[in-house]
T-cell receptor, first 114, second 111 residues
Framework: DAMVIQNPRYQVTQFGKPVTLSCSQTLNHNVMYWYQQKSSQAPKLLFHYYDKDFNNEADTPDNFQSRRPNTSFCFLDIRSPGLGDAAMYLC?????????????FGPGTRLTVL | GQQVMQIPQYQHVQEGEDFTTYCNSSTTLSNIQWYKQRPGGHPVFLIQLVKSGEVKKQKRLTFQFGEAKKNSSLHITATQTTDVGTYFCAGKTSGTYKYIFGTGTRLKVLA
């Protein structure tokens, strides 16, 4: 089945040790999003790609970077994770067709920072 | 910046009672989506509303988009234990491809 896949599902890293989260999709959607969701909070958009165009949210820390080497894959790099970066990271995709652009979410990667 | 608030933050209901969550945006939206997130899960798309005053129904769920396209509501009739979860609205303004999620309403249904 077409879907959004995130790996790994659980990631443990040490304070300050770089970590990369990955997202892949078989939906051939042109837009990909990265959200951060902390416990009992709403998903917070970090950045999104429209095709290869990268769009960073103004309040996304510089510590967070992203790469999209092709349509199917997108990566979230956290250069120096802090304790406050522990969260669920959600990848989502959508295909823009006029005003209809349902977002399909992956299962998320839960990041723990020790 | 754009803010999307939802009320109530939490709602406990007895099974069979109705439930409503309200979503309010600080800016006019081009469309709004609703998602359900089960505990431990990821958001799952429920519906999208585009037109001013639009009302859509999915079985026991009724979604409404306000005339000014700044607010929306989700009403569940006769809740069931399977309705447990957090309901988020997510609004988009015209000219962007990004959605801003509302603060969410966590629903608990007591059997």
């Amino acid at each position: 089945d077409a879907m959004v896949i995130q790996n790994p599902r659980y990631q443990v890293t040490q304070f300050g040790k770089p970590v990369t989260l990955s997202c892949s999709q078989t939906l051939n959607h042109n837009v990909m999003y990265w959200y951060q969701q902390k416990s009992s909070q709403a998903p917070k958009l970090l950045f999104h790609y429209y095709d290869k165009d990268f769009n960073n949210e103004a309040d996304t820390p510089d510590n967070f970077q992203s790469r999209r080497p092709n349509t199917s894959f997108c990566f979230l790099d956290i250069r120096s994770p802090g304790l406050g970066d522990a969260a669920m990271y959600l990848c989502a995709t959508s295909r823009t067709r006029g005003l209809t652009d349902t977002q399909y979410f992956g299962p998320g990667t839960r990041l723990t920072v020790l | 910046g754009q803010q999307v608030m939802q009320i109530p933050q939490y709602q406990h209901v007895q099974e069979g009672e109705d439930f409503t969550t309200y979503c309010n945006s600080s800016t006019t939206l081009s469309n709004i989506q609703w998602y359900k997130q089960r505990p431990g899960g990821h958001p799952v798309f429920l519906i999208q509303l585009v037109k001013s005053g639009e009302v859509k129904k999915q079985k026991r769920l009724t979604f409404q988009f306000g005339e000014a396209k700044k607010n929306s509501s989700l009403h569940i009739t006769a809740t069931q234990t399977t309705d447990v979860g957090t309901y988020f609205c997510a609004g988009k303004t015209s000219g962007t491809y990004k959605y801003i999620f509302g603060t969410g309403t966590r629903l608990k249904v007591l059997a």
